[in-house]
């Protein structure tokens, strides 16, 4: 198996039609890679794992939703070395009261926030970390969602328990996407999915101690972090002042409680010093006269950019 993986021809397993299905030749490429002795998919859709394996005589334990198990509330095997975990993603397709059945408010496909969409996903990685064996290993199989312009990073959102030992991106074929003409040149379609394999440490101690890896999102205020950049300080400066041209002095009453500066004052550093030297030395800074400056237009902030 390498770290990049493309099957164009589907292969045998599962159903072709089922939305968001992937290609039996992963669990074959998987199998193949790692010999496990069983398998378990507590998200099967429509068969693509446990066909894969009846093929191959390799043990499986495969359920889903619309056969009626809960994956946070029904009781996970023990045993099984290898776990197939291809979650929704996120809401791009609900599966109940669509692909089968009606809506079911346990389906993590109907949750439209995406933080909580992540604690559900999160929690079902949990409960099949708890189950595994020493040296067991979960395979991950998510993609990045866009929705209005923004990316979501699904596969690096997720928390990772374990070990993590290889991610492998898989190519995308036949998407909705690959057949879109799209008018915004700068779009970049997403044809590829993330399978991320982790391990459970072989030690005694793994089946108490719980380790893993998260992305932890985060925000500040620039205007309090004394190690900005005096130029994004200068910046973050001139978005308060509307567009307008500004007195130098203005700008210097406007930066006066930012951490940077404070900081400069009581290391006896001439702070002013520093800003004048960014508005003579950036092309995005203009003089409108002497002691009055301006933002360029292209530059300014949206609310308040002119458009010719």
Known sequence: M????????????????????????????????????????????????????????????ATDLHQGFDIQKGELPLGFDMWIYHPPYWDIIPYSGNMWGQSDPRDGSHIPDYEKFLDWANENLYRMYEALPQGGLIATLTADVRKKGILYPLPMDLTRFGETIA???????????????????NFVAIQHEILVISRKPRS?????????????????????????AWPALVLAAFSQMDGKPTLLSALYDGMQNYARVQLAERDGID??????????????????????????SEQAPRQFAKTH
């Not at 074929?173 to 008018?183: I, V």
């Not at 380790?211 to 932890?216: A, E, L, Y």
Request: proline residues 4%; charged residues 25%; glycine residues 6%.
């Open 204 to 228: 005694i101690a793994s089946y108490w101690r719980i380790t893993g890896t998260k992305t932890v999102a985060f925000e500040f205020d620039l205007r309090t972090f004394d190690k900005a």
């Open 167 to 185: 991610t492998v991106i898989k190519v995308q074929h036949n998407t909705q996407s690959e057949r879109k003409q799209y008018a915004n040149a």
């Open 271 to 296: 702070w002013r010093a520093q800003v004048r030297r960014i508005l003579q030395s950036y092309a995005c800074f203009e003089q409108v006269e002497y002691g009055v400056w301006k933002l360029k």
């Open 2 to 61: 390498q770290s990049i993986v493309s099957y164009p021809d589907r292969g045998q397993g599962g159903n072709s039609k089922w939305r968001g299905n992937f290609a039996p030749q992963l669990i074959e490429d998987l199998i193949d890679q790692f010999h496990p002795k069983a398998i378990a998919d507590p998200m099967m859709g429509s068969g693509t794992t446990p066909d894969v394996c009846r093929r191959l005589n390799v043990k499986c334990w």
